[in-house]
């Protein structure tokens, strides 16, 4: 069953702790891209990824973490750093078109 | 800083009406242009995507492309209530780097009354 998997779907956090958020695909996508989405407003871009071993920040990348050591994981950490962290996180891969596919997103809340 | 500019609405039509939808961008090198849908609590779903000027139909949906007034939009002929969601524009960088990286607008809510 080809697509994305993220996970979990809800997470709860306490204040100073650190969690990872999983984002696994089987599309055979080289790029691969972590949003941010807030109530009421547009994805914001945390980091992105294009090959294997390389990423580059986003527009909002202060507070988060990711690594890419294969083509189908790209998971992102989000810090203690990062002060308002609970929104809704979309994991995304990429065609060379351009589209961006999603997978159904984790919810960060912090206690 | 790119933008992308979108009604938030919400924006209202019954039954059966055409919705249009409307998005500008500030990125005068823009190279593609993208349609997603996102219900309540969802993750966004890509419905259209469009890189030259002009229209481009599928099914009910028709996106239309002006480059010149830096400008997409989206219409839905027949509306169901099942399109009531969120309708998200997204915009392609200029070059084939940032073509990848897309910037989406903040969305408009689209309510289909029956």
């Known amino acids: 069953d080809g697509g994305i998997t993220q996970s979990p779907k809800y997470l709860f956090r306490k204040e100073g702790q650190n969690v990872t958020l999983s984002c696994e695909q089987n599309l055979n996508h080289d790029a691969m891209y972590w949003y941010r989405q807030d109530p009421g407003q547009g994805l914001r871009l945390i980091y992105y990824?294009?090959?294997?071993?390389?990423?580059q920040k986003g527009d909002i990348a202060e507070g988060y973490s990711v690594s890419r050591e294969k083509k189908e994981s790209f998971p992102l950490t989000v810090t203690s750093a990062q002060k308002n962290p609970t929104a809704f996180y979309l994991c995304?891969?990429?065609?060379?078109?351009?589209?961006?596919?999603f997978g159904e997103g984790s919810r960060l809340t912090v206690l | 800083q790119k933008e992308v500019e979108q009604n938030s609405g919400p924006l209202s039509v019954p039954e059966g009406a055409i919705a249009s939808l409307n998005c500008t961008y500030s990125d005068r090198g823009s190279q593609s242009f993208f349609w997603y849908r996102q219900y309540s609590g969802k993750s966004p779903e890509l419905i259209m995507s469009?890189?030259?000027?002009g229209d481009k139909e599928d099914g009910r949906f028709t996106a239309q492309l002006n480059k010149a007034s830096q400008y997409v939009s989206l219409l839905i002929r027949d509306s169901q209530p099942s399109d009531s969601a969120t309708y998200l524009c997204?915009?392609?960088?200029?070059?084939?780097?940032?073509?990848?990286?897309?910037?989406f607008g903040s969305g408009t809510q689209l309510t289909v009354l029956p």
């Open positions: 469009i890189y030259s000027n």
């Open positions: 995304a891969t990429g065609r060379n078109t351009g589209e961006l596919f």
């Open positions: 990824s294009q090959i294997v071993n390389d990423f």
């Open positions: 997204a915009v392609g960088g200029a070059y084939s780097g940032s073509a990848r990286q897309l910037t």
